[in-house]
T-cell receptor, first 112, second 119 residues
Framework: DAKTTQPPSMDCAEGRAANLPCNHS???????VYWYRQIHSQGPQYIIH???NNETNEMASLIITEDRKSSTLILPHATLRDTAVYYC?????????????FGKGTRLSVIA | GAVVSQHPSWVICKSGTSVKIECRSL??????MFWYRQFPKQSLMLMAT?????????EQGVEKDKFLINHASLTLSTLTVTSAHPEDSSFYIC???????????????FGEGSRLTVL
């Protein structure tokens, strides 16, 4: 799986959009970008994933650059409950028999 | 999405005793489960891959005789920390693939985690 690079920490004001960047310059054509988050003392939670088109669900939006070398996770209206470590992971979608490999992620602090 | 449950959510034990942590897939059959360990302020580290009906595959540096994994049914994998010591204190998390969805989306589902404290 391709390597990803994320900033170690970010702050966001409550109610504002949180934009979390991820670099994955060595991504292969068949690799998807996945985002998970881990709230303190809980297991990771799936947020969203995409291949090349932008994706949106009830939790977040995922913007992938045209060259697919980077992406941004957007939480449109961050709340205090969004404070967590966010992990950007790149992997082939069909590799369900293989585990997720976690980097260090970005620690997002949402501030009142 | 699919539900994975762990038990206990936290456990405190004395040094030298053994502790068993259960990981269950509640609404699907999981032929493969993954066990992770997470120390404070660190990321999740894969310990082993648990396969139903066969031996687990351990990552380099993880002692298979100390961390016993049993995946005896399609809905249950157990991790037993044998002769636990304070350095084994950690947050243990399991993950599973749901064959109904994972083969298409690649998404894996995680348990709530089990915090082990060894005194």
């Amino acid at each position: 799986d391709a390597k990803t690079t994320q900033p170690p920490s970010m702050d966001c004001a409550e109610g504002r959009a949180a934009n979390l960047p991820c670099n994955h310059s060595t991504i292969s054509g068949n690799e998807y970008v996945y985002w998970y988050r881990q709230i303190h003392s809980q297991g990771p939670q799936y947020i969203i994933h995409g291949l090349k088109n932008n994706e949106t669900n009830e939790m977040a939006s995922l913007i992938i650059t045209e060259d697919r070398k980077s992406s941004t996770l957007i939480l449109p209206h961050a709340t205090l409950r969004d404070t967590a470590v966010y992990y950007c992971i790149v992997r082939v979608a069909s590799s369900g028999n293989t585990p997720l490999v976690f980097g260090k992620g970005t620690r997002l602090s949402v501030i009142a | 999405g699919a539900v994975v449950s762990q038990h206990p959510s936290w456990v405190i034990c004395k040094s030298g005793t053994s502790v068993k942590i259960e990981c269950r897939s509640l609404d699907f059959q999981a032929t493969t489960m993954f066990w992770y360990r997470q120390f404070p302020k660190q990321s999740l580290m894969l310990m082993a891959t648990s396969n139903e009906g066969s031996k687990a595959t351990y990552e380099q540096g993880v002692e298979k005789d100390k961390f016993l994994i049993n995946h005896a049914s399609l809905t249950l994998s157990t991790l037993t920390v044998t002769s636990a010591h304070p350095e084994d204190s950690s947050f243990y998390i399991c993950s599973a693939r749901d064959p109904r969805t994972t083969s298409k989306t690649g998404e894996l589902f995680f348990g709530e985690g089990s915090r082990l404290t060894v005194l």
